[in-house]
């Protein structure tokens, strides 16, 4: 306990990239800013417009910033999970999930920190009490991702209003709870997969208000392979869960 309890306690954002050069250093910069526990491990998937080389350049002059490059664009779901293992080796307290194209403010990052000392996984919510808080995202985006998480807490059985969202924080011990090798999913349907196998080991969920804004910089990633992933997974998770696979 003596050399865990005098140490200050780390968190590590994980941030997952794939043509973010317009939005790296300027993301860097608000991140580390929002409190002294906070660094940033970036998960570059051999970007072609240079942002694992802005990433690396930025590392060589912070020592709070951190790289991972892999060979090529091979998903979501597999960064972070890259990113997770990374963190429980280097034993950080949190580990959060965070998007690199500024639709998640890096002002809400206090508020996760006060809000995981009182959970194990505390989410992001841009649906929470059926309130809506996206900004500029077209009308019928913004009906598939509301009635998906309708679908999801219908098939998984999760009471949580925003199970697809992306901005995360969980206590180390939730990953190490989770066989991380186990995790099949990559797009929506890896966040639902994270919190239901956090739900269903008992570990305390907790989802708090953000305000979600689209990108204005580069392009989003979302595609209907991702959309598909997530209709066909979450019945599938929903049958792991009833014959006790999860």
Not at 14 to 29: C, D, I, M, R
Not at 75 to 91: D, K, M, Q, S, V
Not at 116 to 124: E, K, R
Request: include cysteine; glycine fraction near 8%.
């Amino acid at each position: 306990m003596g050399e865990r309890a005098e140490r200050a306690e780390r968190a590590l954002i994980v941030v997952p990239t794939y043509n973010e050069a317009a939005n790296l250093t300027t993301l860097v910069t608000q991140v580390l800013e929002q409190d002294p526990r906070l660094e940033i491990l970036v998960v570059d998937d051999n970007s072609p417009d240079g942002t694992g080389v802005i990433a690396d350049e930025t590392a060589r002059t912070n020592p709070r910033v951190h790289t991972m490059h892999r060979a090529g664009k091979l998903g979501l779901g597999t960064a972070y999970i890259a990113g997770f293992r990374w963190a429980l080796e280097r034993g950080y307290d949190y580990v959060f999930e965070m998007d690199a194209d500024f639709s998640h403010d890096p002002r809400h990052l206090p508020e996760f920190l006060t809000a995981i000392q009182d959970a194990d996984l505390v989410l992001g919510s841009r649906y929470l009490q059926g309130r809506v808080t996206v900004v500029n995202w077209p009308m019928g985006r913004l009906m598939l991702s509301y009635l998906a998480n309708i679908y999801a807490r219908w098939f998984t059985g999760l009471r949580i209003w925003d199970l697809t969202g992306g901005f995360k924080c969980f206590r180390r011990r939730v990953l190490e709870g989770i066989d991380l090798s186990q995790v099949g999913s990559n797009g929506y349907a890896f966040q639902i997969e994270m919190s239901v196998r956090a739900w269903r080991k008992g570990f305390k969920l907790r989802e708090i208000p953000i305000v979600f804004v689209d990108r204005t910089e580069g392009q989003s990633k979302m595609n209907k392979a991702i959309v598909r992933e997530a209709v066909w997974k979450v019945p599938r998770l929903r049958l792991m869960v009833w014959f006790g696979r999860i």
